[in-house]
T-cell receptor, first 112, second 114 residues
Framework: SQQGEEDPQALSIQEGENATMNCSYKTSINNLQWYRQNSGRGLVHLILIRSNEREKHSGRLRVTLDTSKKSSSLLITASRAADTASYFCATVPTGGGNKLTFGTGTQLKVEL | DAGVIQSPRHEVTEMGQEVTLRCKPISGHNSLFWYRQTMMRGLELLIYFNNNVPIDDSGMPEDRFSAKMPNASFSTLKIQPSEPRDSAVYFC????????????FGSGTRLTVV
């Protein structure tokens, strides 16, 4: 079953613009992770944010987490054509060990 | 490290045949996960192992699916008999145990059952 839902389902922007993707989830969590999937490839781990953290940065990525609203956002700044991919949020529920449940994904297209 | 290695990359088989998918996790990772990805249902966790022991197989669709991890460096997912609705991309992933680690995914096996 899907724990998270990403919004929007698809996003098309111009190179150099910022891209923001949102994720909502249903149960209490230990951490939330974001992954990227290029077409025909496996998923690549981008960033992990713990439930007691509110914001985290990694390069051009910024992730926020609001546990009261059960939501997270991923911001990619100064996007590049190479950022074109699907992006998934995934959650580890409280007491769920390290079992990840993935959301439905956002398809990002960055055009030149 | 070569990452998580899955084989084969593509498999086309006839309905009713047995299919075996293989996975070699990253050395030192003691958790291993099998996921299935389809357009309709997205990414579904089928089963996961900690230290070679199956922990949660509640996602395995039915008795036709079975998974084993005979040692820390090898796992198989078997479908017998296969059906057209099993067509999907099957991913293996591994991680260090504990809740604060991300997964490393293999490139997947694209299974087509005709």
């Amino acid at each position: 079953s899907q724990q998270g839902e990403e919004d929007p389902q698809a996003l098309s922007i111009q190179e150099g613009e910022n891209a923001t993707m949102n994720c909502s989830y249903k149960t209490s969590i230990n951490n939330l992770q974001w992954y990227r999937q290029n077409s025909g490839r496996g998923l690549v781990h981008l960033i992990l944010i713990r439930s007691n953290e509110r914001e985290k940065h990694s390069g051009r990525l910024r992730v926020t987490l609001d546990t009261s609203k059960k939501s997270s956002s991923l911001l990619i700044t100064a996007s590049r054509a190479a950022d074109t991919a699907s992006y998934f949020c995934a959650t580890v529920p409280t007491g769920g060990g390290n079992k990840l449940t993935f959301g439905t994904g956002t398809q990002l297209k960055v055009e030149l | 490290d070569a990452g998580v290695i899955q084989s084969p990359r593509h498999e086309v088989t006839e309905m009713g045949q047995e299919v075996t998918l293989r996975c070699k996790p990253i050395s030192g990772h003691n958790s291993l996960f099998w996921y299935r990805q389809t357009m309709m249902r997205g990414l579904e966790l089928l089963i996961y192992f900690n230290n070679n022991v199956p922990i949660d197989d509640s996602g395995m669709p039915e008795d036709r699916f079975s998974a084993k991890m005979p040692n820390a460096s090898f796992s198989t997912l078997k479908i017998q008999p296969s059906e057209p609705r099993d067509s999907a991309v099957y991913f293996c992933a591994s991680s260090q145990s504990g809740e604060a680690y991300g997964y490393t995914f293999g490139s997947g096996t694209r299974l087509t059952v005709v």
